[in-house]
């Protein structure tokens, strides 16, 4: 089945400090990526939707200069947390998705587990 | 924008009962309704998933049915087992939105040996 890669699965870091979460698609091609944000018991929120070549949509409320979000290839979409703060700390998934689109059949990664001390 | 309401946020059954899990939709437009598995520290899985063309699908001891007309669709387990106490979380997705998917809360199920 396909095979969603995300990387680092923890990571720590000081405030104010930038953070990189890539997430890659193993086995597929995937002109989507979605990223999305999970507090601890909760449900999955949708932070922004990447296309391969071209910019992000954001959620609304979802600050755009804080989540940035690089879609350079078919298999690789990066999201960084720029000046990270405490509030930041969270469980970031990626998921992308299989063709055809119609089919809107997302995997997801194993997660991101950030903490900002 | 889409809505997904998603009841009950737990559920406690006995080994070999059945759980169901139901969740409503705001979006008339919405034709796309997955069902996602999280077992902790998890991944979510995708477990079974049915469109607005259909009315019910079943995938051995899991079932899905949509009432279209009512906006809701539901979960179905049968003959429960301890391995199915998981984070269940349902969608929604439609067509004109980069078929975003809009979750549920999530329902953890117990399974009670």
């Known amino acids: 089945g396909a095979v969603v890669s995300q990387h680092p699965s923890w990571v720590i870091c000081k405030s104010g400090t930038s953070v990189k979460i890539e997430c890659r698609s193993l086995?597929?091609?995937?002109?989507?990526m979605f990223w999305y944000r999970q507090f601890p018991k909760q449900s999955l929120m949708l932070m922004a939707t990447?296309?391969?070549?071209?910019?992000?949509?954001?959620e609304q409320g979802v600050e755009k200069d804080k989540f940035l979000i690089n879609h350079a290839s078919l298999t690789l979409s990066t999201l960084t947390v720029t000046s990270a703060h405490p509030e930041d700390s969270s469980f970031y998934i990626c998921s992308a998705r299989t063709a055809p689109v119609y089919k809107n059949i997302q995997y997801f990664g194993a997660g991101t587990r950030l903490s900002v001390l | 924008g889409e809505n997904v309401e998603q009841h009950p946020s737990t559920l406690s059954v006995q080994e070999g009962d059945s759980a169901v899990i139901k969740c409503t939709y705001s979006d008339s437009a919405s034709n796309y309704f997955p069902w996602y598995k999280q077992e902790l520290g998890k991944r979510p899985q995708l477990i079974i998933d049915i469109r607005s063309n259909v009315g019910e699908k079943k995938d051995q001891r899991i079932a899905v049915t949509l009432n279209k007309t009512a906006k809701h669709f539901s979960l179905h387990i049968t003959e429960t087992q301890p391995e199915d106490s998981a984070v269940y979380f349902c969608?929604?997705?439609?067509?004109?939105?980069?078929?975003?998917?809009?979750f549920g809360s999530g329902t953890r199920l117990l399974v009670r040996p």
């Open positions: 990447s296309n391969e070549g071209s910019k992000a949509t954001y």
């Open positions: 969608a929604a997705s439609w067509m004109d939105s980069s078929y975003k998917l809009i």
């Open positions: 086995d597929f091609q995937a002109t989507t």
